[in-house]
């Protein structure tokens, strides 16, 4: 909790002290944190802990079951690559694949540069249009192996396209 | 309670229409296996699935341990579906349990096993990855396994409901699922007290107490002088390990046992607590005449005092200053006793048997040490001194009963240290001798019911020529917690409170013995209602067993005043015999990096 | 906004709204209206900008005494994406470009010509229809569940109020509780979320109860991948779903209900943010509706990833702050529910029939449908499909009119092999369950279930075994690792199955596999358990040979297990190209270009098929 830095302890009061009269605000608490910072490490969560009283190993415990939670910061372009079945049947895998492959990392993992994430989803709902990947909340449709590298290019072209 | 007819096997009978069906079949002499339900055959959780049973119109099996009885319900625990569909859980189980059950500690006393045995388990019929196994061996007192955990939930729920802690939780989803402090750390790095409730209701050895039997066999290999001291409560409890009814008096043939392990000497804890009356005792006088701070707390329970220091240091000027009996005992054993007989301290190694698995992290404190020697050098589980004892090839039933603790400066104890052992105790004993040091005489029945009892929460006041001490007990910290917040708040009145660490007291401490499952026959129904009591009751009977029944009256006890430490809280007392606390242990010191 | 305090008041809105919106629609106001798709799948293709646009050129031609447009919810026809659709004409132009727009404008909101290209084309006929009630995809359909979607903006009470919103509640006000649930409960109507409870029966028991408080729960954490109602009906019509808790809260003596909604759906969340803002605005969320007496309000909880949050009992978990570790049952939230209170959970279509009930009445909703399953059904019919969308049929419609005729068959000339309904916890059905009624009841008797109303198809080129083996991966990550048989039974059956389709399988594990699927499913505490093995136990009993071809000769019949396929190259279609050798990412294929026909060096090749997928001669082979 030290090395917490007083301004997100600051945050973190507020977001709790926003939930104080929900009966059971933890999972709120936790989607605010989440939302605000991209992840929710254990040093926060034993913040959390000591002021909604709440034991850390129950924490932890929520944050680790739902997929929605990190435990890391996730890179600055999260790319989820829907596995739902409607997107499987239609090769979504491939695409998962294809994207493991350019970016040198597996489902879960985020590059060294911090730049991406890959994630697999279960089902965005986005069937009609399968194979779905989304990056950032932005749905791209009809995706196939070929079209990964454009959607790569895309944002690192954000980046100044230094590459 | 209205009552229901049920029937079971086809046999009609008729129970309490609250029970769950695992109670009810229990009652009618049915034993179904069940490992995430204890105590009384009824869980929240009906998670481990091995209690399966067919009940007529309900939709598939059903978890009896969670599942209420009504009136007509007809239960079958005999047919081939529910017979294959428990061996399927307990197979399923066992397909990712280490099962290392040979060398393992809880051989013997593994749940797991029993289980299996009961419903037919099949050798590696399901094979696959496992859970990894990772050992948290860090912490002094506890030691947790995650590839013998079978995520039952046990330990979760105790400390959780019984102590009020959660130190311990379900972490990830599915098959990756494990129960640890958070982030698999170790208990070391969590708020955890370290009393072992948690061992104590688990079915397997995934949680154990860290043992230091080969600490002592070093020793003895050494050529040290190695003296031991055994707690009160380890006597009432000790027979159980040998298959003895529960609330059997081990105390004869324990001495015997002892005396046939090796140790130079063999004393008593007892001791330690008269000298601990004398001094705690002292203290509060002192605190009541000099208007220091009230209510005093008692510090002989080494989970209380870490439980203390991780969530009421701001009540730390509330606590006594005495270290534990045994502490106490270990420093003037290094001490005293070593000047007495010219040995050099730094040969001598005390080893304490105990009931208490916190004990193993008291004695390895910073603050337990007086001039470079440690009080205390290893501390036994109840459990391990029985592992002790059978390893010796000691047969237990023909030990004779006609010996002593040996009676050489440390020798002898009173009946209030005896009763130091069961939650009330430690009060009664420090009462007895602070009416004699108010009134001038020794308190009138000698036992003072007032104090007695397992209730949770409990007060007494008790008049000394007109002063009146108004005093509280209580034990488990979901208890204490009652009386520290009315502290905090500023409401308390009581001058004296005595807290210890595990429901009960020490007669239920973390090291004790464990209470059979009830799914396998045990010596009595009500047993897990009971057993607390009939232990109780054996360190009662020894108190009145006791010629000398009052610290103040104990004649080694004097001598060591008049000899060795002058008065009680003199500059040798508080050197030896008094300590100080950390009001700012870090909760979680790995999370810092 | 004006406050509604009374249902006279209410009625006369209502009425003023639907006359504004009747006139929108037939064009009696002298304009065209322009209605843009505004759900997920449509927005990733760009409508939000189309929309802008429309907006746009209006006001830079002046058109606004000719043209309004406006945002709509979800067409469900999601493969042919973006949607504009005209009224009065009720043409419907699809796959819409941006560049598309200024024609819509020019050709026919100024020209009032159609433009064909932009008209769906039968896949059959190969003509273009115009109206989107001609179009097959859509003629079959009955929308009680999804009505509203489409045809109006989600984000304005008064379009809602002028579809048809708030009548049911108006006439439940005017019964009694009992009443209430007695008509949900003559209506027949089965919960819409897996199971298919009456939910009058669920309603009933919760109005038994004597408690201050009472709860009710609108389930919209849809797990099942490959369904995607619960997101559409609450992106394009929040209010309807709205009205439909407040009559459950009213029948059963709630005043607090609470939407579990997946974070995933951003787009649905906020616009149920917005929808029960403004109602609270109006005074038709909050104390006293109407001057009834009845007081509701309506609370948002965001899912956070976890398939089992769909099981009643972890959803309440969730809400509680907790793991969602399902309970064990009894006590039924009924009876002990959220926070220990008499609780319903219905899901997002169940509440959004709710108001069709009440308005229309029971007996109208019964008539509708089978002998015991009423009304409709939405089926996100998805995979290998012509027409892939959101479709809601009457119970009692057959697989085959489902397939065929909304879905147009399957695409590219392949055969249809099997439709797996019921997502995860259902199972496959096969050619000769095609004209099965699709029901609660007939799905559960022919080795299948209704579920949320996932419908996947698969043709030839799917393997079946593969197939087992995704859904069971998909279970075994999304278990909640509480109850012994489910956390280690599906690792089980998920390693056998993995070992099957690696080409390690040997004759055993089928044995094995059934052992453990019907352990599983007798053993578990919770329906994703006791489900868990059925695509196992499906597709063993409609494809046992694909199991044993893959046990005893090692072999994938539909060449998708990697392990056991091999690429060649035909010597007599290769043009020698050298396409394959090209793309290939081990340099496996030699050749020379022009002279010598590719070949594939089977030691070293990853099985990766980019030379399958890039050959233009179908020259490469998968055996």
Redesign the interface.
């Known amino acids: ?3 917490l830095q007083s301004h997100a302890k600051e945050q973190i009061k507020e977001i709790v002290e926003r939930y104080k009269d929900e ?6 608490i ?2 605010a944190i989440q939302s605000e910072y991209g992840y929710i490490p ?2 926060v ?2 913040y959390v802990s000591s002021l909604t009283g ?9 944050v ?6 990190s435990l890391k910061p996730k890179g600055k372009y999260v790319i989820g690559v ?5 997107c ?3 090769g979504s895998q ?1 695409v998962m694949d294809k994207f493991s492959e350019i970016l040198g990392i597996g489902p879960g993992e985020t590059t060294d540069d911090g730049l991406f994430t890959l994630d697999a ?10 194979p ?1 990947i989304s990056v950032n ?5 009809k995706m196939t ?1 070929n079209k990964v590298v454009s959607v790569i290019k895309e944002y690192h072209d954000l980046e100044g396209g230094a590459n | 309670m209205a009552l229901v007819n049920i029937k079971i096997e086809g046999k009609a009978y008729q129970v309490e229409s609250n029970l769950t069906v695992l109670e009810a079949c229990r009652k009618c002499g049915y034993n179904i296996p069940s490992l995430c339900s204890f105590m009384n055959g009824r869980c929240s959780l009906a998670s481990c699935r091995v209690c399966l049973v067919e009940v007529k119109g309900a939709r598939g099996l059903v978890a009896s341990c969670a599942y209420p009885v009504n009136e007509g319900m007809e239960i079958t625990i005999s047919s081939p579906k529910a017979v294959e569909a428990r061996r399927t859980s307990v197979e399923l189980i066992l397909s990712n349990h280490h099962k290392d059950c040979l060398q393992c500690e809880k051989n013997g006393r593994c749940e797991l096993l029993e289980v299996s045995k009961m419903v037919g388990a099949r050798e590696g019929k399901y094979i696959g990855t496992m859970t990894p196994s990772t050992k948290d061996e860090l912490a002094p007192s506890i030691i947790r396994d995650t590839g013998k955990c079978i995520l039952c939930g046990r330990c ?1 729920e105790t400390c ?1 409901e019984l102590q009020g ?9 599915g098959f990756k699922t494990i129960v ?4 698999n750390r170790s208990f070391l790095n ?1 708020p955890c007290m370290q009393c072992g409730q948690c061992v104590l209701v688990c079915p397997t050895g995934a949680l154990m107490e860290k043992s230091e039997i080969s600490k002592v066999d070093e020793a003895l290999k050494a050529g040290k002088y190695v003296i031991c001291q055994v707690a009160p409560a380890v006597r009432a409890t000790i027979a159980e390990e040998f298959g003895k009814k529960i609330g059997t008096n081990g105390t004869k043939k324990m001495i015997a046992a002892l005396h046939r392990l090796g140790f130079y000497r063999v004393f008593d804890v007892n001791f330690g607590a008269d000298l601990t009356i004398m001094e705690e005792g002292s203290e509060l006088l002192e605190r009541i005449k000099n208007k220091g701070v009230l209510p005093q707390i008692t510090s002989c329970s080494p989970g209380w005092i870490n439980y203390m220091e991780y969530y009421y240091s701001d009540l730390i000027p509330n606590v006594s200053t005495c270290k534990s009996p045994h502490q106490m005992q270990g420093a003037i054993t290094k001490s005293y006793f070593a000047k007495s007989h010219d040995i050099d301290p730094k040969d001598i190694f005390v080893v304490s048997i105990m009931p208490c698995v916190a004990k193993k992290f008291e004695k390895d404190r910073p603050e337990m040490e007086v001039n470079g020697l440690r009080d205390v050098d290893a501390v036994l589980t109840t459990r391990e001194l029985a592992k002790l004892i059978k390893r010796s090839g000691i047969n237990w039933d023909k030990l004779p009963e006609d010996e002593e603790f040996d009676q050489d400066l440390l020798g002898q104890y009173s009946g209030a240290g005896v009763i130091f052992g069961v939650t009330g105790g430690v009060m009664e004993a420090a009462l007895r001798t602070a009416y004699h040091e108010l009134t001038g005489k020794e308190y009138g029945p000698i036992a003072l019911e007032a104090v007695r009892g397992l209730a949770g929460v409990r007060e007494a006041t008790i008049d000394a020529n007109g002063i009146k001490l108004k005093v509280a007990i209580a034990s488990g910290m979901k208890n204490a917690k009652v009386l520290l917040d009315q502290i905090r708040e500023g409401k308390s009145d009581y001058a004296f409170i005595e807290i210890m660490g595990c429901p009960g007291g020490c007669i239920n401490g973390g090291g004790q013995p464990y209470v059979k499952p009830m799914f396998l026959p045990n010596e009595d129904d009500d047993i897990l209602e009971t057993y607390r009591e009939k232990r109780a009751s054996v360190l009662y009977s020894e108190d009145e067993r006791q010629v000398i029944r009052q610290s103040h009256n104990n004649p080694d006890i004097i001598k060591l005043y008049k000899d060795f430490l002058g008065k009680p809280l003199s500059e040798k007392s508080e050197e030896l015999l008094h300590t100080h606390y950390n009001g700012s242990r870090e ?2 010191p790995d ?3 | 906004m004006e406050k509604i305090t009374s249902q006279k008041q209410l009625e006369e809105k209502i009425a003023h709204c639907s006359a504004c919106l009747e006139k929108k629609f037939s064009g009696e106001d002298g304009k065209k209206h322009l209605v843009v798709c505004g759900g ?2 449509c ?3 760009h409508s939000g900008e189309i929309l802008e646009k429309l907006e746009q050129l209006i006001k830079d031609k002046h058109l606004e005494d000719k043209c309004t447009v406006n945002r709509v919810g979800c067409f469900g ?3 042919q ?1 973006p949607f504009v659709k005209v009224f009065p004409e009720d043409r419907l132009y699809r796959a819409v470009k941006l560049g598309d727009v200024e024609r819509i404008i020019d050709e026919d909101v100024i020209g009032g010509k159609c433009i064909t290209d932009l008209l769906y084309e039968d896949p059959v006929t190969h003509e273009k229809v115009e109206r989107q009630d001609d179009i097959n995809f859509y003629k079959k359909q009955l929308r009680i569940a999804l009505h509203g979607c489409s045809m109006i903006n989600p984000e304005e009470l008064d379009e809602a109020f002028g579809y048809g919103a708030f009548q049911g509640l108006i006439k439940a006000l005017s019964m009694s509780r009992q009443e209430v649930v007695t008509e949900v409960l003559n209506s027949g109507i089965r919960g819409r979320g897996g199971a298919g409870f009456p939910s009058g029966r669920k309603w009933q028991f919760a109005l038994d109860q004597k408690s201050e408080e009472k709860y009710v729960v609108c389930n919209g954490d ?7 109602m619960d ?2 009906i609450l992106e394009g019509n929040p209010i309807g779903v709205i009205e439909g808790m407040m009559i459950a809260g009213y029948a059963i003596g709630a005043s607090n209900g609470y939407f579990y909604v997946r ?4 787009i649905a969340v906020n616009r149920l943010r917005i929808a029960i803002k403004e109602l609270e605005e109006v005074g038709l969320l909050g104390d006293n509706i109407l001057g009834s007496g009845f007081s509701f309000r309506c609370h948002i ?7 089992v949050c769909g099981e009643e009992t972890a959803l309440l978990n ?7 570790m399902p309970r064990p049952r009894p006590p039924f939230p009924a009876v002990k529910g959220l ?1 220990g209170k008499p609780t319903i959970i219905n899901n997002v279509e169940t509440l959004a029939n709710i108001p069709y009930i009440l308005r229309e009445g029971a007996k109208k909703f019964a008539s509708i449908g089978t002998e015991k399953s009423k009304g409709t059904k939405v089926f ?1 019919l ?3 499909v012509n027409n ?3 479709v809601e049929v009457p119970m009692g419609t057959t697989l085959r009119e489902l397939i065929f005729d909304i879905g147009g068959g399957i695409p590219n000339g392949k055969k249809f092999k099997a439709i ?1 309904t019921g ?2 916890s259902g199972g496959c059905l096969t050619e000769k369950d095609l004209d099965t009624e699709i029901d609660f009841d007939s799905l559960i008797a022919r080795g299948s279930m209704m579920g949320s109303g ?1 419908a ?1 198809v ?1 043709d030839e080129d ?1 393997c079946m075994v593969d ?1 087992a083996k ?2 069971m991966e ?1 279970i075994c990550d ?1 278990s ?1 690792g509480k109850c012994s048989p489910c956390r280690i039974g599906t690792k089980r059956m998920l390693e056998i199955l993995t070992k099957i389709t690696d080409g390690h399988g040997e004759p055993s594990d089928i044995d094995d596999l059934k052992e453990l699927a019907a352990a599983t499913k007798a053993n578990s505490l919770c329906a994703l358990g006791q489900t868990s093995a059925n695509p196992i136990l499906s597709t063993m009993n409609n494809f046992m040979d694909e199991y044993k071809a893959h046990v005893y000769e090692h072999r994938c019949p539909a060449h998708v297990c990697k392990n056991m396929v091999t690429y060649e190259i035909d010597p007599n279609k290769c043009k020698k190209c050298s396409l394959c050798a090209r793309n290939c990412p081990v340099s496996a294929i030699t050749g020379d270009v022009g002279k010598v026909p590719f070949v594939i060096n089977k030691e070293k090749c990853i099985k990766c ?1 980019l030379c399958f ?1 890039n050959c233009h001669f179908d020259a490469v082979m998968k055996k």
């Open positions: 909790m030290a090395n009966e059971t605000p933890l999972m709120m936790l989607e254990l040093e969560q034993e709440i034991p850390v190993a129950e924490i932890y415990g929520v680790t079951f739902y997929s929605f939670f829907c596995l739902g079945t409607a499987y049947v239609k491939t989803l279960r089902c965005i709902g986005a069937c009609g249009i399968a779905a909340g932005k749905v791209y449709p192996p | 979760i959780k802690l959660g130190i311990l939780g379900f972490e990830n989803r640890s402090p958070a982030q969590s909760k979680y999370i810092k990096k | 997920t799948g927005l990733s293709s026809f999601c493969s994406g849809e797990g099942d991948p490959g369904a995607f997101r559409s974070a995933e759906y951003p909880r965001l899912g956070a990833g976890a398939f969730s809400i509680e702050g907790k793991r969602g926070w996100a998805g995979g290998k892939v969308g959101l797996q997502g995860p996932g996947i698969m799917n197939v995704f859904y998909f999304e909640c098929g997928t």
